[in-house]
Every structure is written in C-alpha cells, then in structure tokens.
C-alpha cells in the first residue's frame, strides 16, 4: 500500500509529494475496512487490492450517501492545505446536478418546489454574501435555475423591487472578470443591486424564495455607542450594513434613553457583530448589559366602553368605541388581530382605518413593563361619533385609552423566550449538567448517549443562560459544548413576573 505525504515550503506552496509504502494494515486501517464493507463488500475488496481510483469513487459516493465525512488538515491563516481541500471539494462532494434543491412557493403558503438546475428554466438566484466594493455594493448570487444575463431586469421576490444588472463578473479571489450571461449552478457577482443577504431574484414570472420569508423576532438586545464621536459615521455605516447581511440582527433608537440598541438572537449573536465593528471598521465600542427581549400578552377576555371628548374654545374631539379584547387562539399565525363587528354607522367608515391604528400603537408598548403585547385580538363592536368634533385623532386616543383601560381586567402576564439547548458532554458529567439544567429552571426534553458523550436536549429561559459557556466549562473540564436555537416565549413564574413589573416602575419614576 502507497501512503502520500505533502510538504510545503516556507512560501506555504506545495512542493513535495512522498510515495512511501505502508506497513502492515493497522488497527486504524482495518476499521477503515470495515466502514467500506458496511458501505459495499466489492467496495472493500477494492481497498483491499488497493486501487486509488475505485477508492475515490468509494469515498465520493460514500460521502454522498451521508455515510462518510471527509477530513483535511492545514491552515487557512498560512494557506497551508487549501490547494488539497480545493482538490477534495472536487473530488468529494456533490455537483450541483447531484443535489436537490427546493424553493418555497410565496404565493402557495411557501410550498416546497423542486429546481430542476436547468440553465432553460425559469431564473432563480440566491444572494448569499454582501461585500464593500470599489465600485459599491458587490452582491454574489448563486444561480439555482435559469439564466442571468447583463442588462436583463430582475425581480427582489422579498421586496418585490424591479431592478437591472447594470455589470455581471465571476471572482476569482480579487480579480473579476467581466462576462455577459451565467447559468444554473455557477456563483457570480453583481454591482448596482441593492438588497439584502437571503434574498431571493426571479425573472418576474414566479415568486419563489429560497429562504422562508418569516423572519424570527430577536430575543436580546443591548444598548452600544461609539467610544469616540468621532467614528460616528463608520459605526453607522457598519450597523447599516449588518442589517442588510443579517435580517436577525436589528437596530433600533430607545425613545426614553436615545441610546442606539441592537437586537439578535442570543448573547453570542451579538457578540460577534461588536467584535466585526472593532476589526473591520476600527471602531470601539461601549456596550451596555445585554437586555432579554420579554413580550407581554393577555389571558382572558376584557370588555372595553370608552369615550374620548375634549373641548377647548375651537373644534374639540369627540369619539367613543366600544367592543372587547381577547387573546388569539394557541397556534395562530398573527400576533395582532383587528375586526370590526360593528353593524351600522355608528362610527363613520373613514375612522375605522384610525382606530385599528390607534390599537396597534397601544399593543407596541404593554402596561406591565412596556414591551409589546402579542396574541391579541381586538373586536370592535359598537361607538359613537359627532358631526363635527369626530376626527381621525380622536378616535386614534380613543382606541389608545380604551386599551390601556380594560387591559388590567384581561389578566396580562409575561412572555420571555425560552431557548431550545443541545448540551453535549462525556458521560460521567452527565448528572451535574442536568442537576445545573434543573437549577437554571430548565425542562430537560430528552437525553441519550453517542459514544462515550452524553446529549442532553432542554428547553431553558435565555434570561438564566448568561454566561453558561463559562460553567459549562467548569462543570466538565473544558470537554463540554453546547448549542442554543429559539423555541418559543413562555409566561414566565408569578414571583419573577412581580420583580420585573417593580423594576419597570422604579425605573419610570426615575425617569
């Protein structure tokens, strides 16, 4: 048997391939014999006679099936090994024909559909990076279906936004090079398109995403500002371009504070995007205590009966509506509802369009600790209106105050978001990680074993998973991981629902 072994020089090129002949099969090897007759016996006969090429093919197909994970070692820092790993991507995994891809239908309630790869089909191009250019926003696509050419006009199936290629290039490293039409499978750049990451181009006549268009709402945010003012315009330029690569991340201004706030899905979320600012823009930044995203929401029905009347010399303000509130059904898609059940012309048509508005303003900011209420449905049954002080405005205050009028008789209680954890450690840590789970008041979900590592599935409050990493590391001598996905928000325990309404009010009367 001829076993391979590559150096490199002290530019980090390849300059030496060693044929040396192997020693008797080894352990090691004859495992490797055995997962190759799991896969095929001729197969293994082959690797036993020790023909390279059918041994590739074995690997390929291996790899294809899902059975086989190819490993390369080297150093992308010192370009060492890149070449061969290229080489392996060639080798090993799949072309674009080999694999399928389905698209999601947005006018079929986001219905899978196969691509065909077909560079006749109808376009479908995924951006997946954003770059800075010389030139402006430099935007890769990769083709799925279809044909793009330079100059054509392109459909933004998220915005709906008809823009043209103005310049169509391939990469290779920095150098581009200029070309007038790609087809299915390939990867190319655009200049000139505004969009952001995940969206999805078709030429117009579909309306197909690649990425589902329901997007999920951050769980944590953090107050940041620039360390000098005088970086002010390279932070914004940075937080901008996040936005656009990352529909999960999202800045907001606090109306109360002014402070700049940044939402994300988790504390290592954010985290990066801070240390991107650093590196990539040179700019330090302060930030403050990351903040759990809580939501507020109302568990039974409530009957509301307001009039808002006001008069000060000239035309005054004059509206009354009347109805009820009630939380949505379990499951619903819609975290806000609004009906009109109103049966004549007590109020005017032209101000029912003001009073939904004025309900969705008052479900942004809840009573208890100002965060929005969510699973609300609003029913507008009956009210009021005068032939000159009815306005807009009025019934908007109107729908406002008779919100936050009944809302204390609908029973409102906390939501936090409660994350879905996958802990995976060596089996003798096992019992300190889930008596931590229990402490962190977590529900474990499922256990099992791999080997000689233990997972362990629970879904746990993000509020008590700051800084876990640092005691999941103790608790396991470094030798444990884990991984944190949203689940869902759940009310949170009476006694802790009483602490954050007490430090929402203390807060506001200090404010």
Known sequence: ?????????????????????????????????????????????????????????????ATLNLQFIPVFMGSAFKNKGVQLLLDGVVEYLPNPLEVNNHALDQNNKEEKVELTGSPDGKLVALAFKLEEGRFGQLTYLRIYEGTIRKGDFIINSTTGRKVKVPRLVRMHSDDMEDIQEAHAGEIVAVFGVECSSGDTFTDGTIKYTMTSMNVPEPVMSLAIAPASKDVGPQFSKALNRFQKEDPTFRVSLDPDSG??????????????????????????????????????????????????????????????????????????EKKFEFENMMVGQAIPSQFIAAIEKGFTEAANSGALIGHPVENLRVVLTDGASHAVD???????????????????????????????????????????????????????????????????????PLNNMFGYSTGLRSMTQGKGEFTMEYHQHAPVPQEAQAVLVKEYTNKRVVL
Request: overall charge neutral; proline content about 4%.
């Open 259 to 332: 402070q700049t706030i940044i939402s994300g899905m988790g504390e290592l979320h954010l985290d990066i995007y801070v240390e991107r600012i650093r590196r990539e823009y040179k700019v330090d930044a302060v930030v403050g205590k990351p903040q759990v995203n809580f939501r507020e929401t109302i568990t039974q029905r409530a009957e509301f009966d307001y009039l808002h009347r006001k008069q000060s010399g000239g035309q005054g303000q004059y509206g009354r509506v009347v109805g009820y509130i009630e939380p949505l059904p379990e499951g619903s």
């Open 1 to 61: 048997m001829s076993i391979s072994a590559v150096h490199f020089d002290y530019l980090c090129t390849l300059f030496n391939v060693t044929v040396c002949q192997a020693k008797p099969m080894s352990p090691k090897l004859g495992c490797i014999w055995h997962l190759f007759c799991n896969v095929s016996y001729d197969e293994a006969k082959l690797f036993l006679r020790l023909v390279s090429f059918h041994l590739q093919s074995a690997v390929r197909r």
């Open 390 to 460: 009815s306005s807009e405005l009025a019934f908007k205050l109107a729908a406002l105050y008779a919100f936050r009028q009944c809302y204390a008789g609908a029973r409102p209680v906390i939501l936090e978001p409660v994350m879905l954890v996958e802990l995976r450690a060596p089996v003798e840590f096992q019992g300190g990680i889930i008596g931590d789970i229990n402490r962190r008041k977590g529900i474990i979900v499922g256990s099992d074993q791999e080997g000689d590592d233990a997972v362990v599935l629970a879904h746990v």
